[in-house]
């Protein structure tokens, strides 16, 4: 029997006395990452971005599932922003042990349509707010008695080609390589720094964008899973880097094997049939041989 997909697969005290800041944790991903980790056991979990209204609204809801949850709006293109970010979750709750990149910037645009701004917008949200968020938290993460551990959500988008995606495929590209980087000289310092990337993930933002707000029309039909996956499993990937301490510098795909899904153009009952017919007209051809 599978397992549902918001299954935990963890011990409910397996992030005991841990502190986690999570980027984008008002809303979609980053919110359901803050709730499992306040679920697993985290002694602290700061929520970052920059609707301090929708901040609100999901430190009330963590808050009623007795999750202690602190806030701190701004934005991560900025410095001093990311800075205060940690300090919040230094002074509320003793330090900080994980730190989860889930902002993001995204928009459908052909490569052709899309203003230089508006690709620099996602660049900055994605690549460069990485970046800021990662030198922000370095000191308390190096500090951290469990070691350090810095997740960051990516995609799949650029590992083959995706369509309308120029300025996301190329912040994503970069944050997987930055990752690789901070992880070979971190390590010294106990840092372990991974990437998960989503595949269509269901009930997201991302995915009503993608998707042309159009989400339950998708055919993913192609994917080996069959299905679009949850908030809840990209989680659980979360907690997983968070606990095996000989990862790092790696990108963990949870998609369901979306990004090397192929569509079907051939019915599985009749593979053998044709392939026995091709197998004898292939064998019959000689050098120089052109199908008439």
């Known amino acids: 029997m599978t397992a549902p997909a918001d299954a935990s697969y963890f011990r409910e005290d397996v992030l005991a006395g841990r502190v986690a800041l ?33 901040l609100q609204q999901a430190s009330a809801l963590l808050a009623g599932e007795g999750i202690k949850v602190a806030t701190a709006a701004g934005d991560v293109r ?41 690709f620099k917008t996602v660049m900055d949200i994605d690549t460069l707010g990485t970046f800021n968020m990662c030198r ?6 190096k500090s951290s008695r469990f070691g350090g551990v810095v997740v960051s959500i990516t995609a799949t988008l ?4 995706t369509w309308y995606q120029a300025a996301p495929v ?14 070979l000289e971190w390590g010294e310092y106990g840092v372990r720094c991974n990437c998960v990337a989503p595949g269509p993930i269901a009930d ?10 159009k989400m339950d029309k998708v055919d993913l039909s192609h994917i080996p899973a069959k299905r679009a996956g949850t908030k809840a499993e990209i989680a659980a990937a979360c907690i997983f880097l968070c606990l095996n301490n000989y990862i790092t510098g790696q990108i963990l795909p949870v998609d369901g094997g979306e990004w090397f899904g192929k569509k079907r153009v051939i019915p599985r009952e009749m593979v053998s049939k044709i392939s026995r ?3 004898k007209q292939s064998r019959a051809m000689g050098p120089g041989a052109a199908k008439l």
């Open 170 to 183: 190329a912040a994503k590209a970069a944050i997987d390589a930055l990752t690789r980087t901070l992880a």
């Open 136 to 141: 922000s938290a370095f000191e308390p993460l």
């Open 158 to 161: 650029h590992y083959t080609s």
């Open 78 to 118: 900025k410095p001093e922003d990311c800075e205060n970010a940690v300090k919040v979750a230094v002074e509320t709750f003793g330090g900080l042990d994980i730190l989860v990149n889930a902002a993001a910037g995204n928009f459908l645009a052909a490569a052709e349509e899309i203003s230089s701004k508006g």
């Open 22 to 54: 999570v980027t984008g944790g008002g809303s979609g991903i980053g919110f359901e990452v803050a709730r499992q980790f306040g679920l697993h056991g985290c002694a602290g979990v700061v929520l970052v971005g920059r609707r301090p209204e929708f």
């Open 204 to 213: 997201t933002p991302g995915m009503e964008k993608l998707s042309g707000g």
């Open 277 to 279: 017919g091709v197998e």
